[in-house]
């Protein structure tokens, strides 16, 4: 069993910074593939960002255009999510989200269902 939770959310201008955190509880973090996704009011859940469970491999959707960087640190058994250059549109609740199979290629990691274990969440805000 692995326990999610996020924090780091909030309200920033356009154009600004925030930096998410999801700790995981458990010792068997590291086995773990970590996603990062975002739900709008009325939209899907959608996917953001993943790394493998080593931190070798990375994933980004194709809206994130190098603004978002994914990064993990076993030792502390945390993800984060870098977001820089905010938009209004990535106004949404992020979620962190953890996968136990090992499949080598992206697309896998890209659909909510890949995922055992969620965080409940963490408000994310850019005014215009």
């Known amino acids: 069993q692995v326990q999610l939770v996020e924090s780091g959310g909030g309200l920033v201008q356009a154009g600004g910074s925030l930096r998410l955190s999801c700790e995981a509880s458990g010792r068997t973090f590291s086995s773990y593939t970590m996603g990062w996704f975002r739900q709008a009011p009325g939209k899907e859940r959608e996917f953001v960002a993943a790394?493998?469970?080593?931190?070798?491999?990375?994933y980004y959707a194709d809206f994130m255009k190098g603004r978002f960087t994914i990064s993990r640190d076993n030792a502390k058994n945390t993800v984060y999510l870098q977001m820089n250059s905010l938009k209004p549109e990535d106004t949404a609740v992020y979620y962190c989200?953890?996968?136990?199979?090992?499949?080598?290629?992206?697309?896998?990691?890209?659909?909510?269902?890949?995922?055992?274990?969620w965080g409940q969440g963490t408000q994310v805000t850019v005014s215009s």
């Open positions: 989200a953890a996968a136990s199979l090992r499949v080598v290629g992206g697309s896998y990691y890209y659909q909510t269902g890949s995922y055992d274990y």
């Open positions: 790394i493998t469970w080593s931190g070798i491999t990375t």
